[in-house]
């Protein structure tokens, strides 16, 4: 089975704050993904890997960062936390581009910015 | 600008009828349609595909159609259970694997 854990998942930061948000998948996936759930919006795709330090952006990346030093570990850091980055963020992974197309989900951080 | 829509934010059938989960897309170079489910404080489980050279796909209870024409994707759910309440996520994804999700869909099944 596999397996994605994320860090906590609950998480209250202050106002500019810089937080860190970490991902860890067991099945040697290659890539790992990361996204902002809020209602009405669905998942939002904030940043992607393909590989050890590779990045790119998604549709949302301003306010945010992502590090991947090893294989199976993918961190979202947001710089300066704000008000608007409270929402449920969720980390997937998934196999080699070609294989199969489906992600595996963590079970989410809910992080709240007062 | 969202890619993949959801326009109905939610849904309730009785147990044992037909549940039918609309989505639409505007990215034609989306080639890989995908439908998750997701509850409450859990992430999305993956629960069925379909490759853009298909029009259907079936697994159990559960069909995917796609009509490329149209970019539109529906999930039938026969017969609906009380366990299938949950939120559906419909999503799609090109070459690159990186995928967009629609805002959802509450299912709610009745007993």
């Known amino acids: 089975d596999v397996k994605v854990t994320q860090s906590s998942r609950y998480l209250v930061k202050r106002t500019g704050e810089k937080v860190f948000l970490e991902c860890v998948q067991d099945?040697?996936?290659?890539?790992m993904f990361w996204y902002r759930q809020d209602p009405g919006l669905g998942l939002r795709l904030i940043y992607f890997?393909?590989?050890?330090?590779?990045?790119e952006k998604g549709d949302i990346p301003e306010g945010y960062s992502v590090s991947r030093e090893k294989k199976e570990r993918f961190s979202l850091i947001l710089e300066s936390a704000s008000t608007n980055q409270t929402s449920m963020y969720l980390c997937?992974?998934?196999?080699?581009?070609?294989?199969?197309?489906?992600?595996?989900f963590g079970p989410g951080t809910r992080l709240t910015v007062t | 600008d969202q890619q993949v829509k959801q326009n109905s934010p939610s849904l309730s059938v009785q147990e044992g009828r037909i549940s039918i989960l609309n989505c639409d897309y505007t990215n034609s170079m989306f080639d890989y349609f995908l439908w998750y489910k997701k509850y409450p404080a859990e992430g999305p489980t993956f629960l069925i595909s379909?490759?853009?050279?298909?029009d259907k796909n079936e697994d159990g209870r559960f069909t995917v159609f796609l009509n490329k024409s149209a970019k539109h994707l529906s999930l039938h759910i026969v017969p609906s259970q009380p366990g299938d309440s949950a939120v559906y996520f419909c999503?799609?994804?090109?070459?690159?694997?990186?995928?967009?999700f629609g805002a959802g869909t509450r299912l709610t099944v009745k007993p």
């Open positions: 999503a799609a994804t090109g070459k690159r694997g990186d995928m967009r």
């Open positions: 099945m040697d996936h290659e890539n």
């Open positions: 379909i490759s853009s050279i298909k």
């Open positions: 997937a992974s998934s196999l080699s581009l070609g294989i199969s197309y489906e992600q595996y």
């Open positions: 890997s393909y590989d050890v330090k590779m990045k």
